[in-house]
Each structure stands twice: as C-alpha cells, then as structure tokens.
C-alpha cells in the first residue's frame, strides 16, 4: 500500500501519480452490488458520501460529493483523495487518514477543508469509518456535510459577540441590561465607576437603591410607557446618590430589545455622568443674565423684565418708574486708583443701591458706570422722586479701600409711565433724556423726564447734525482774545477761541455747542480746526514782526483731544507746515482735563516739552487745585478764573483767596494770567499783586483774526479808562 493512508511514513512521497498510473483497482462481485446499494442511497441525500481504498484512492463519490469537489464520480475514481484537500491542511489530513487506516473498525469525526480543481473552498464535517476488512467494502467510508456556510454564520456571530462585548464591557459609557422587571442583569465598569458600587452590589436589583428620593418614580415612569407601546427608545435626566453620597445628575437612554414576535426580552441601558455640564451651562446661563463686577442682573436680563413690566402696567394699571443713574466722573478713579479699585467701587455702589431698593424690583449694571433701576406698583409721581434722592442718598457717605477713601456721586435720569403710554414711549431712550437734563442742570441730583425734554433733545441731535455740516462749509471761525503783559498792556499774545455763525439762526454760544461736540466725535474735528487756524493765523503775526516779538497763541483742548493719541502728531505735522517756532503755541485745558488720566497726561505733557509747545492750566481754582498734582504738571501758565478777578473787590475775603493764588503761581515760577478783567479797578489790584499777564472785556473781546492782526505790537495803556477798546465790534 505504498503511497496509501495506511503507512505515515508515505506522507512524503506522492502516491497519487502511483495511483493514476496503477488504475482503478479490481472489483468483486459483491462490492460490486454493495456500491449499487449505496449510489441509490447517496443520490437521495444532500450529504458527501465517498470511498477510498487502502491506498488513498478513490472508489466512489455520490453527486454531493461530485457537488463539492467539482468533478465528476468517473472522472474522480481511481484518483488520490489528497489531490481535493486544501494544499495547506494536507500534511495534518494526512495523518488524520493514516490514523483511520491503521485502526480497523473505527470511526472519527474531523473537520477539513476541501479544494476542488476549479479553486473552490469549502469546509466539510467527515466521519471516517475504516471498513477495509469487510469484504463487500473493503475501503474507507467517508460520510460528509458541507457547514461552509455554517461555519461562516458561526464565524459572524462571534465577531457580533466580540463587538458587542467590546461595545458593553470596554464602553467608556456606562451601560447596563435589566429584565423586563427593570432588576439588573449585567452592568459594565464604567457604569460602576459611574455610582460608586461593584458588579456584585448592584446584579438583581434596580435603580431605586442609589436614585435620590425626589427622583424615584422617574425610571418607573419611562418603564410603563415603553412597556405600553406608547414609547420606543426614551431619554430622561435623573440624580443618582453614589456610593460615597455624592449626587450626581445622569442623563439615561432606555432601549427595548424585543425577539422576532417584537416581545421585550430586556431593556439596554446607555447613560451619562451630566454633572459638571450642568454646572457649567447654569454657570454660562449666569454670566450671560448677570454682571461679572456687581452680580447684579446685566442689561439682557433688564430688558427682559422690562417688558414682562410693560404687559402687567397694560393688564393692571398703575405706575411703573425706571431710574438711569450714572456714575459722576467715574473715569477719574480708574485713571488715578486703577481699574482694582474702580471694580471695588463698583460692587460699592452696587450694595448701596440695593440696600435701599426693594427686593421685588429688579436692579442691573446697565454698563460702564451706568446703574438701570426699575420700580414697579408706584402710587405717584411722589414715589419716583422719593425713590432717586433714596437712591442718591445711599452714596452720601465716602468709599474706604484700604487707605483710600473715595467721595462718588451719581447723576438719575428718571421716567415714569403708566398703562397709557407703556407700549409707545421708549423707555431707556427717554430715561437718557432725563439723565442728560440731570448733568446738565444739576450734576450729582436728578431729572423727571417730561415731552418737551425729547424736543430739546430732538433740538440738540440737529444741532450736532447743522455743526457738522458747518464744519464743513467753513461757517466755524476762530476769532483771537487778547492778552497784555502787565502793567504796561502790550501785547504779547492771543486765545483763539471757536465762534459759530450759523446760516439761519445767526450766533450760536459756544456753551451750546461745544459741550454737543464733546458727546461726539466732532469735537476732534473742531479740536484740528482751530489748531490749524492758530497755527497758520501766529505765523502771519511771526512774518510781521520776527519770531521773538511776535505774540504766541493759545488754543483749548478738551478732555477727548487732549488725550487722543493722534494730537502730538497733528501739531508736529501744523507746526512744520506753516513754519511756526514751537514756543508760540501754548494748549489750554483745564484741572479736570489734566488729572482725570494722569499718567496719559504726563506722556503727552513729556511729548509736547520735548516739542517745545507750552501748557496752560485754565480755570485755575475752580478745580481740584491739587499742589500735588499741580507740581507734576509742572505748567508754563496759570489762567486764574475770572470769578476770583471779578469777586475780589467784593469782599476782603476774595481778595486773599486772589492775592493767594497770584502768590502762589510767583513762587512756583510759572506765569499767571487773570481772565475776565472788566474794571480799571480790576486792572489795578492785579497789577498790585505783580501778577503778569491778563485777558477780558478791557482790553478787548475776540475778534477776528484781521483784526487780531492790527493789535499786534500794540498796547491798550493810553484806552484804559474806556471799558471796551473795540465798542463797535461785531464779535458774538
């Protein structure tokens, strides 16, 4: 039986081409019938029947097995059974058979693979029997099924099994399975990481042992309307205690799994751990209704209460009142404390206000420095202005930061409104009105707001619009006050002071105007102008005489200009264009303007010494008139205020307060100028006190700037006894 199953040593050696060559082996009479009894039985059944004889050959093969290895019974008899096993499990399906030759009688089951000459695989389910000693066989019966596809099933399902275990046990999601009873069947590690308790502690029982008190009856709900039909997959919030008592919010997503007749075998469960994403959501919902400062409501949640105020005022009548207060220089304490001790102060005034506000009511930081206050079910008008001295009243006493107090006061815009006009009046608008009223008529107290302030308003916003366009015409002029060195009253030098001439309504104050411009960004238009005119006016005085006796000019910057970072530039760029020497330009502002930024003010005052342009302090006295601050600002000029002039001769008083001052400036080296000198009298007493120079109706008013021209080299000594110079002139 060389090359056959029999002998393991032949598993080297290729007994299939021996076996071809040999041909089918001789048959008797009675395997003969034996093999016809068979081929019936094996054309009526779906399973591989074969034979093969001692020496691997094949004897017979029923149509499953011409099915499988894909050829035919007569092409296949008397070939080696090896040539239709998969040339990778040969050597091991080798000495399966050997094994089975070698034991007659036996019967072993083996799984193998099979190759058919076409390349088809297929894997088949064997039992071997050895029935080479019975003599109507004398072969080896080979009984077969193909679990190709079975196996492949199989195959898939494990894959399933292990995704889904990967899925369930090594999900980062805390999972769980309950039975239609909602008791647990399995839970993974996240899910007991998640409450704190092991696999063990939480198998077979439900939720409720670990769910908050307030929250059983959540998941008993969600599991009656699943069970009912009347939800599918569901999704709910609820709070769990852990283990070490802490609660935590979890968001749970229940999912039936029914069998093919759609009853519920069990109930999966997906959940999540929303804890800090609440907090973090109710954190960002805080910071977008409330303040970050004062804690107080923010101008949304205002806006918001404000019109549920306007739908109760409509429903039930009433009176409502809304009190826009604004913080009186507040920019002064960031500039000179720091923006530290301004947030401090805000959350100052801020307590204030509510310790005097009724809780019912709703308080806000309406922005920047400004406070918003609504006060609903108002009796009278009485109410509104009892409620904004309450509220100015709360800042009476001064602020304490560490060693800094702070004396703040408020300015209240107030509007009151019933059901009548709560749906036609814009209320923080007219609010504004008032508050502006409030600054305007009585800084630090409070204004009701009434019609005909929106037209004064309505006025004011024309006002600006006709000062722009006038800007723009050339109907703005600067126009030249004299200034006389004292006591012989030459000239030595102007203030150029704006003058508007309006096409319709003739002279316009600059009271009126200025302080419109100053709310808006036209004072930088203004602030340019008169530079330019200053400039280019001074140099024509310089081509007249000479650069040494030529008188200098002044020129007033507000607030806005003076702090603009595009000043220095605009007079290093006037001065070269119209060749005007430096020291003959001197910028006026006033105690206010200089410390209200002190540190932006002393990088200009740096800048502009290092040009060569001089400084004038205006309004000396009406101030702070801080030595301090005085002393680090270092000024070429004090302008006294005329009230100390004009009242000196009112009262023994007055005229130290004058003497005072003049005094003052001497020793400190710095030039004092008196404004406002009406009187010979006036003149007098300021020529007593040495003081150097001074401005006023005296001597003159502004003119124009040709007129201005003709005063140049002059003096006013031999005209003091008149009051004016220039009785006839047309200045405003």
Known sequence: MNGGFSHPDGLNRDPALESVNAGPPAMGIEEVEYLSLLDAVGRNTTDLIAIVDAEGRVVYGNPGAQKVFGVTTKQAVGTQ?????????????????????????????????????????????????????????????????????????????????????????????????????????????????????SRLELLGHDTTPFTVPDDIGVTEETHDRVVSGKANRVRYVKRYQRKDGRVIDVEVSRSPARDANGKILYFVFSERDITEERKLTAQLSHQALYDSITGLPNRSLMENHLAKARANVLRHGGLNALFLLDLDDFKGVNDTQGHPIGDELLMGVARRFEGVTRPTDTLCRFGGDEFLYLAEGLESLTDAESIARRLLSALDAPFHFLDIAIEQRASVGVVVWGAEDSTDIDLLQNADVALYEAKRLNRGGFAIFETSMHEEASNRFLLIQDLRNSLARGDLQLYYQPVVNLPDTSVVGFEGLIRWHHPERGWISPSEFIPLAERSD?????????????????????????????????VNLSAKQFHSPGLVPLIEATLRQHHLPPSKLILEITEGVAISNIGETMKTLNHLD???????????????SSLSYLAKINPRMIKVDQSFVQLASASARDATLLEAIVTLGRNLNVTMLAEGVETRDQYLRLVGLKCKLAQGFLFSPAVPAN???LMVGGSFEANLAQTRLFSNSQNP
Not at 137 to 151: A, L, W
Not at 172 to 180: C, G, I, L, N
Not at 525 to 534: K, L, M, V, Y
């Open 522 to 554: 036209t004072i930088f238009d203004i602030g340019s102008f008169a530079i330019e005119s200053a400039v280019a006016t001074a140099s024509s005085w310089v081509r007249k005489t000479s650069a040494e006796d030529a008188p200098w000019v002044s």
């Open 707 to 709: 007129r201005a021209s």
């Open 81 to 197: 059974a090896r040539l239709y096993l998969h040339p990778d499990d040969l050597k091991q399906n080798l000495k399966f058979f050997a094994e089975v030759v070698a034991t007659p009688g036996s019967s072993v089951r083996q799984e193998i693979r099979t190759s058919s000459p076409a390349g088809e695989v297929r894997q088949i389910e064997v039992v071997c029997t050895n029935l080479l000693d019975d003599p109507s066989i004398h072969g080896i019966v080979i009984n077969g099924k193909d679990v190709t596809e079975r196996n492949e099933y199989v195959a898939q399902l494990q894959a399933l099994e292990e995704r889904f275990r990967v899925a369930f046990e090594e999900n980062m999601a805390p999972m769980s399975f309950t039975d239609v009873n909602d008791c647990i069947l399995d839970v993974n590690d996240a899910f007991c990481e998640m409450v704190g308790f």
């Open 610 to 624: 290092r040009i060569g342009v001089g400084l004038a302090l205006d309004d000396f006295g009406t101030g702070f």
